[in-house]
């Protein structure tokens, strides 16, 4: 029997109405990871790798008498460095039943999950090879970081010397933990400087008379900003133009993207990971990111202990600084 409405039927009334929920889910955190996209990648086959850097002889005068007997002999050896494979793992569980509805935004909940636990690895990856980490053989494994490896490094005003031996076990200046948080806090006894055009440039000199060359400054978005104040108003620096013949568009550009130093250019490359109180310039041709053969963010199943499917995501990784002296780093920077 048909309903008589007195007024106008109106969707709070109606039945059957079917929900619209959208097959895009909106993810708000970022999963770029300029450092680990930028080196090499490659596979190593131990927990424990070693390679070999060749440095020549320091250039200097060299001028012998003819027909002169050779008496000495100058043998130039090479430099054996080590690192180590950490492990970087997430884990996830998925019912049985939400693995077989109808789910929006995804087909299968556990495939979405391996996804997601993926790219959190990889952020992961990206913060640990940036902040202070020495390596060791202790469990859990851990592989030595940036700041472990260059030896280049502009610690506001002047060098850093002494402790710093640059082959992956131990930090520059004196490495102590001050805030008793288990981290080396290796420049606590530095005076905070604000990021310069200058310290860019004995960095990148530094590098350069090593042999090396950076083509990226790693930053974080607060030394971003500095980088570009430091650079569109430096005494000595050239702002290129472009002159049109016809009128265009107007384009306003509020931050400098590349350098052109007296050594090279780098560029500009902000890091959401990166600390905020320093910068390193890194020539990628010379740092490889390095992972056991099938542990490359890898999907692996677990035995199913109930009604879920359960898995977890792992990369065994590190990195082989082929070339140390090639980069540079500029420490105790004001973040204000």
């Known amino acids: 029997m048909a309903?008589?409405?007195s007024t106008e039927y109106k969707?709070?009334?109606?039945?059957?109405?079917?929900?619209?929920?959208?097959?895009?889910?909106?993810?708000?955190?970022?999963?770029?990871?300029?450092?680990?996209?930028?080196?090499?990648?490659?596979?190593?086959?131990?927990?424990?790798?070693?390679?070999q850097v060749q440095e020549l002889a320091t250039a200097g005068a060299n001028a012998q008498s003819e027909g002169g007997e050779i008496t000495s002999?100058?043998?130039?050896?090479?430099?054996?460095?080590?690192?180590?494979?950490?492990?970087?793992?997430?884990?996830?569980?998925?019912?049985?039943?939400?693995?077989?509805?109808?789910?929006?935004?995804?087909a299968r909940e556990s495939a979405y999950q391996s996804v997601l636990k993926g790219l959190e690895i990889r952020r992961d990856v990206e913060f640990t090879m940036l902040h202070d980490q020495v390596k060791s053989l202790?469990?859990?494994?851990?592989?030595?970081?940036?700041?472990?490896?260059?030896?280049?490094?502009?610690?506001?005003?002047?060098?850093?010397?002494?402790?710093?031996?640059?082959?992956?076990?131990?930090?520059?200046?004196?490495?102590?933990?001050?805030?008793?948080?288990g981290i080396a806090d290796a420049f606590a006894a530095a005076t905070a400087e604000a990021l310069s055009v200058d310290k860019i440039d004995t960095a990148m000199q530094a590098a350069f008379e090593d042999g090396g060359k950076p083509t990226m400054i790693l930053l974080s978005p607060t030394q971003k900003k500095k980088f570009?104040?430091?650079?569109?108003?430096?005494?000595?620096?050239?702002?290129n133009q472009i002159n049109y013949s016809a009128p265009q568009e107007v384009t306003s550009v509020g931050a400098v993207s590349v350098y052109l130093?007296?050594?090279?250019?780098?560029?500009?490359?902000?890091?959401?990971?990166?600390?905020?109180d320093r910068a390193y310039l890194i020539d990628p041709e010379h740092?490889?990111?390095?992972?056991?053969?099938?542990r490359n963010f890898a999907t692996q199943d677990l035995a199913n202990d109930g009604d879920r499917d359960r898995g977890f995501v792992v990369c065994e990784w590190s990195m082989e600084f082929k070339a140390p002296k090639a980069h540079a780093a500029l420490y105790s920077l004001t973040t204000s």
């Open 3 to 5: 309903t008589t409405v």
């Open 11 to 51: 969707t709070s009334a109606a039945v059957g109405a079917r929900e619209d929920l959208s097959d895009i889910i909106a993810r708000i955190d970022p999963s770029e990871v300029p450092l680990h996209s930028a080196v090499k990648k490659g596979t190593r086959n131990a927990i424990s790798f070693d390679w």
């Open 73 to 106: 002999y100058e043998q130039t050896t090479t430099d054996r460095f080590q690192n180590h494979m950490q492990i970087s793992r997430k884990a996830f569980a998925v019912s049985g039943t939400l693995d077989a509805i109808s789910t929006a935004g995804r």
């Open 138 to 181: 202790s469990d859990p494994r851990k592989a030595g970081t940036l700041s472990s490896w260059i030896t280049n490094v502009v610690n506001a005003a002047d060098f850093i010397s002494g402790t710093h031996n640059g082959d992956g076990s131990t930090l520059p200046g004196a490495a102590t933990d001050s805030n008793s948080d």
């Open 228 to 239: 570009s104040d430091a650079t569109e108003g430096a005494t000595g620096t050239v702002n």
């Open 261 to 276: 130093s007296d050594f090279g250019g780098v560029e500009a490359v902000v890091d959401r990971f990166a600390p905020n």
């Open 287 to 294: 740092v490889e990111f390095v992972t056991l053969p099938g």
